[in-house]
């Protein structure tokens, strides 16, 4: 969640550091800090934004070729100047920057309270640097033993960074549960939590794995160890990722600009797997195990956020087309409850990142009970892409944008790739249906693109919704899910009340707050469901509720009672989720915009929840 960046090399490092930071603001903060070697460690860091960093640092010491910045996200501590990062080490030799939680802090902190250690901060971080102080100190070893034998103690995930004032051309780090990327430069090194603050600098990077120890000297270069001190050989890899990618392209925001960039990444998601001329789908990383995958006793979907609302979507699909039981679970909740795993099971796992704390540890308990575990993310060598046996990214390029968007369209279009993928393979989808939802699965990135057409209209509607403080969103089949998404767009950056409910469900209780005062948007493609639909609809109108309907292009009968409604193409039933929530998007981000809010960032939420 929080954001490390880090360098030590012949540069200026300051001005790094703050572009780094800046890359890294997606990923949701609320303070930031940077600590320069100069001579002495310098440490400056101020609640807020990279922005307000800077303002306060202007006119101070920022020489130095060796530093470190980050970005807070709060865990232990409110957001203020004191419990941002980075901290010191009692006797200001050590400073320390650090994501993740020390779930044991607080007897740690007891005990060396008792040894004399006094804390400015009510953070963990700073009392895993003390901590380190102390075995250091009372061991009389080096800072690299006394971090080792430190983490063999606390309990928790962490990525850590740490400066030494006495040996000024050596940066220390470690990870565990919590993503960290070394970059390797000519004569320099970076580390960060991810590649974004160092692609510009360099291609070759070395990804930590759990519970190792990197050494980074400009003497003796780069050394990686466990933390039980055994030398390991870096794994050197080529970053795929261009710098373009991460700027607005001529966008106000990220939103936006990953939103209207959809038609391109669900056509490079389905390249290479959608082949329209032979009628085929091949999804490469169900080959290895796909006697496996198709004889399974069951399909569980673990996932958290916008993720677990794609794999509802994908339930939808591959029950319906390929016969096979699927459960959706909550990743946060599924370890918890002593959930049945048997080896004969597959767990698929979502994650944009590939670094969600609580989907890697559900991967972990279903590796543990012995089932099959198959990853669909968006990160090139992620934690997700090589703690699985098998996997697909979505190729949706970097998402900037804290609420979702390409990466949710991005894992509906290999969720349906892989459901059609399966069900041929089980036979359970005849030759002409599985070539008609080929034909129609490869015009999607098109009709994408005339739904972004509307884009004026959807705006207009958000002028007129811009100032509610509830709404509704409802929806059947495959669109409920779509409608649990709309809400939580409009819930994650306009901070309005929202809510998605099947539509049958809305006389079960949210029936009780329709009036003329509530919006209520439904997505109305279903042809399977569309009398049904139509009813709904009516039983709104007739309590004065407002409605916004998502229609099929052409559909009279609801545009005659809905009040406003937004065309999308027609398509088979089961693709409509990847343009109905298009519409959705768009009207999310305008109500947010027009309300001031900050659409990229929005308050409290991260992009890459790395902690429980």
Known sequence: MCGIVAYIGEREVYPLLIKGLKRLEYRGYDSAGIALFNGSLNVYKRKGKVKDLEEFAEGKNLKGNTGMGHTRWATHGEPDDINAHPHLSGNGNLAIIHNGIIENYALLKATLEKEGHVFKSETDTEVLIHFIEEIKEKSN??????????????????????????????????????????????????????????????????????????????????????????IQTPFVQQLDL???????????????????????????????????????????????????????????????GTSWIAGLIGEYLIEDLARMPVEVEYASEFRYRNPVIGEKDVIVAISQSGETADTLAALG??????????????????????????GSYIHAGPEIGVASTKAFTGQVALLTLMALNIAHLRGTISQSEYQQ???????????????????????????????????LYLGRGYNFPIALEGALKLKEISYIHAEGYPAAEMKHGPIALIDENMPVVVIATNKSAHEKIVSNIQEVKARKGKVLAI???????????????????????PLTPLLSVIPLQLLAYHIALMRGCNVDQPRNLAKSVTVE
């Open 437 to 471: 939802l080929i034909s129609e699965l490869s015009k999607i990135p098109d009709k994408v693109q005339k739904v972004l057409e509307s884009n004026g209209k959807i705006r207009y509607i958000a002028e007129i919704f811009k100032d509610t403080a509830n709404a």
């Open 551 to 573: 229609v099929t292009e052409g559909d009279e009968i609801i545009s005659g009672i809905a009040d406003y409604t937004i065309e999308i193409p027609d398509t088979a039933e």
């Open 141 to 230: 070893v080096e800072l690299e033993e006394a971090l080792r034998i430190a983490l063999d103690k606390v309990i928790g995930a962490y990525a850590i960074v740490i400066m030494d004032k006495d040996h000024p051309g050596r940066l220390i780090a470690a990870r565990k549960g919590s993503p960290l990327v070394v970059g390797l430069g000519d004569g320099e090194y970076f580390l960060a939590s991810d590649a974004t603050p160092i692609v510009e600098y360099t291609k070759n990077v070395v990804y930590l794995k759990d519970q190792e120890i990197a050494i980074l000297d400009m003497n003796d270069g780069l050394t990686i160890k466990t933390i039980n001190n055994e």
């Open 365 to 390: 308990l279903a590796k543990q009970k012995g089932a099959l575990t198959y990853g669909i993310c968006n990160v090139v060598g992620s934690s997700m892409a090589r703690e699985t046996h098998s």
């Open 242 to 304: 261009e710098i373009e990618k991460l700027e607005k392209g001529g966008y106000d925001h990220y939103m936006l600009k990953e939103i209207f960039e959809q038609p391109r990444t669900i056509a490079d998601c389905m390249r290479g797997r959608l082949n329209v001329s032979k009628s085929m789908v091949k999804v490469g990383g169900l080959k290895e195990y796909q006697n496996r995958i198709i004889n399974a006793d069951k399909i569980t979907i673990a996932a958290c």
